[in-house]
């Protein structure tokens, strides 16, 4: 059998054919394979961080709810501040002023009836 020099017959034209398509066909397959794969990473990324930001949300919500019912205990077991006793300081306060005769008799009254009055 005789060879032939220069192109390539039918035959070997259609199996290099095969081999490029097949060859393309494998690196087209492995390309969209690791797309996938990293498509698939990034939305399990993606989902662990909307739960970490939902787990931070539930304690914050959680600490402000227990911050919220600490003010309240403390607010119910905090003695509410005496007026009467604040009032009388202030009278005697007053009472001072005039002894030292800083303030005179109408003047002590108008304060005093101005600290009654509220």
């Not at 403390?74 to 030292?100: N, R, V």
Request: hydrophobic share 40%; net charge positive; no cysteine.
């Amino acid at each position: 059998m005789m060879r032939r020099a220069g192109r390539p017959g039918l035959i070997g034209l259609a199996a290099r054919t095969a081999v490029v398509a097949g060859t393309a066909n494998a690196v087209s397959g492995r390309q969209m394979d690791r797309r996938a794969q990293k498509q698939e990473q990034q939305a399990m990324a993606e989902q662990q961080r909307q739960m970490m930001a939902q787990q931070q949300y539930a304690q914050q919500q959680e600490q402000y709810a227990a911050q919220q019912q600490y003010a309240a205990q403390q607010a119910q077991q905090a003695p509410a501040p005496s007026a009467g006793s604040d009032l009388t300081a202030e009278i005697m306060k007053l009472a001072d002023l005039k002894t030292q005769g800083l303030l005179s008799d109408e003047e002590f009254a108008a304060a005093k009836a101005k600290l009654l009055a509220g």
